[in-house]
């Protein structure tokens, strides 16, 4: 699954304002509210489900990236939101050190392939520094849509 098939870059939130790992979970769903793919009435059953996920295992990676992520019958597709801090939100990632990059990944309930795929290509290349190094300053949704367009054309990249 490429990432163009489930980044809503119009969801792309340049600078979190949130300093803790819910509000920053909060906020990028909020701009996936504000860019029709989550209904209104459905965001606080969202975000309380990815919290609650969030507090069985961390999705702080490591390396300043996280990957907080649910199933929830309130998408019909996988759907993707990424934001970015420049001081850092305290994720309790496996290496300890602050989070830079933040994708939230939500995936509908009865799809689990489709979820996999999603969170394989995510991971793929996060695994790769030079990918990490971008995506922390891919700041601009055409910044960060240019570097996964890249990144789905040219998988060893």
Known sequence: MRFDEFVCFEATVSELQATDRDGAITELIAALVAAGKIPSESAKDVTKAVI????????????????PHVKHAAVKNVLAA?????????????????VYSVILLISP?????????????????????????????????????????????????
Do not use: Y
């Open 82 to 98: 990424i934001g970015q801090s420049s001081t850092g939100i305290d994720f309790a990632s496996l290496d300890e050190q602050p």
């Open 52 to 67: 609650k996920r969030e507090n069985e295992a961390s999705t702080g990676m490591g390396k300043g990236v996280a990957v």
């Open 109 to 157: 309930v009865n799809n689990p392939d489709k979820h996999l795929q999603a969170m394989e290509n995510v991971f793929r290349h996060l695994q790769k520094e030079k990918f990490r190094k971008f995506l922390r300053q891919s700041r601009q949704p055409a910044e960060l849509e240019d570097l996964l367009r890249e990144a789905d054309e040219n998988p060893s990249w």
